[in-house]
Structures are given as C-alpha cells and as structure tokens.
C-alpha cells in the first residue's frame, strides 16, 4: 500500500536531489552542457565571503526566529484553548495571517514600512517614518518580525490542539491541591505538550532553512547583503549569477543542515520512542 507514495517520494525526491549532488561537482550555466569539475565548486563555495555571511545570517534568522516563535505561540495557544467569551473573536484575528501568502504579506510589509508613504509617514510618527528595510542595522530585525506575524497563527493553532487533548481530570486534581494557574502550566500545560513543542519546534528550525518568498520580495536579500541568507544566495547565484554548481552546493549544505537538525531534535528528545504522553493518565 505504501508502494505508491514511496514511488512518488523517489521520483520527485530522492532522484532531483541526487541529480543536485552531482551538479554541485559540475561547471554549468543553465544552458550549455555541465563540465565536470570536481570539488572546485565546493572550495570556491565555501571560502565565497559573501556565502559565509549568509551562512551566519541563515543561522541567526533560525535561532532568533525559533526564540520569538516559540513562548508566542505556546502562550497564545494555550489562550486560545480557554472557554473565555471573547476567545473566539480574538481567536478570529490571530488567525488572519495564515490566510495571506508569504509574498502578499511581504508586499503589505513593504508598503507600510515605506519611510516616504507608510503608515509611520501618514500619520506623522518619526519613529515609524524611517527607513526600517533600507538600514541594515534594522533590515533583518524586519524579516524576522514579518517572519513570526507570518508563520506565528500556524504554531499557536498546533498547540492549542495540543492543549485540548490534555485530560481537564488533570487540571480538576490541581485545583483540589491548590494549585495555581501558573503552576498548573509549568506542571501540567508544559509536560503534556512535550511532543507537540518538539514538532513544532522542528517545523520552525527547519522552516527556517527555506524562507525565500517572504525576503525576496521583501528586501531582495538587501540593503547590501543584510537579509541575504543561504535560500536567497541560492537562488541569487543559480539564477542571477548563472553558476548553477555553486547554487548546487548551496542546496546540498540546506538539506545535510535540515536533516541533521531535525534527526538530532527527534533522538535527544526521545520522540524517536513513541512513548505516549498520556502514559499513567
């Protein structure tokens, strides 16, 4: 039964990305014949200055991403899992940017944020009125807002069903003992969603090594090379630059990362032995 989807997974899987592996040992601009060049791509990759910055921006984006996201989402899930009566209508609008794309949101952004006709210009605010994507002081501190008001509503919605499977038995004996809110989160909210913080916490590292969309259209990987992380130089080199065995290379480095962080993520946090969470419930 499972012949099929495998049949899918190698076709278009496992066969582009062995095609990649070897075009990142080629010489080839995208339209004559790849010359084969051996390990030449992967020197001049990694020694390239300007790769070397975005391996550095790629990995502060998926750290400081992972660190906004993350207490985000988990608070606004777990309030989103109330019975309050306004639950719903907040609920409502948090869940607003999951129906934009990355791209529509990167144009709004831009918009807004525009020194000379956003919003901080139309109502007269200097603090808003600067050029927040033209300083490259700010520049990445903009993506990595966008980023968390973009993909923020999906994570929140992982753990508010997480929240809702929690046994209200659980929270019916805190009370009896006197606990708290706070504490009946720390010790009960927290430990029941262990599984649901490692998924969603691999799906934000992850995520991370391919945010592309949201940065093209939103800073073009500038001012300079400020937001230029790996999925953007990429995409620069493969088809600016026309030099698709460095591009190759840099697609292979992505996939090697993401798959070792999400292998590593699943065995240190023993999700690998499918023990259930509500053992002993």
């Not at 391996?55 to 991403?65: F, G, K, Q």
């Not at 990355?102 to 709004?108: D, P, T």
């Not at 008001?149 to 009896?176: D, K, M, N, T």
């Not at 800073?219 to 790996?230: C, D, K, S, W």
């Amino acid at each position: 039964m499972a012949a099929p989807a495998l049949a899918l997974f190698g076709v278009f899987a496992v066969v582009p990305l062995l095609g990649v592996l070897v075009l990142s040992f080629m010489s080839w601009d995208g339209l004559g014949d790849p010359v084969w060049t051996g390990a030449d791509n992967w020197g001049r990759t990694l020694s390239d200055p300007v790769t070397l910055n975005a391996m550095r921006l790629t990995a502060i984006v998926t750290v400081a991403s992972w660190l906004f996201q993350a207490p985000v989402s988990l608070l606004l899930g777990v309030f989103m899992a109330g019975r309050q009566r306004y639950r719903a209508v907040l609920s409502v609008l948090y869940f607003l940017p999951l129906l934009f794309s990355a791209a529509a949101a990167a144009i709004a952004y831009r918009a807004l944020l525009d020194p000379n006709f956003g919003l901080g210009a139309a109502l007269g605010i200097p603090l808003l009125a600067q050029d927040w994507i033209g300083n490259p002081d700010l520049a990445l501190w903009v993506v990595l807002f966008v980023i968390g008001w973009c993909f923020v509503p999906f994570h929140s919605l992982l753990y508010q069903g997480g929240v809702r499977q929690i046994p209200a038995s659980l929270y019916e004996a805190a009370l009896l003992d006197g606990a708290g809110r706070v504490q009946q989160f720390f010790h009960i909210t927290l430990p029941q969603l262990k599984y649901t913080i490692i998924t969603s916490s691999t799906l934000m590292i992850v995520g991370s090594l391919t945010y592309f969309d949201l940065i093209f259209v939103l800073t073009g990987g500038g001012p300079g090379n400020a937001t230029r992380i790996l999925p953007l130089d990429m995409y620069l080199a493969g088809f600016r630059s026309y030099d698709m065995g460095r591009a190759s290379v840099i697609a292979v480095i992505l996939v090697v990362v993401g798959l070792g962080v999400s292998l590593a993520l699943n065995r240190f946090s023993g999700a690998s032995r499918m023990e259930s969470q509500m053992e002993g419930v």
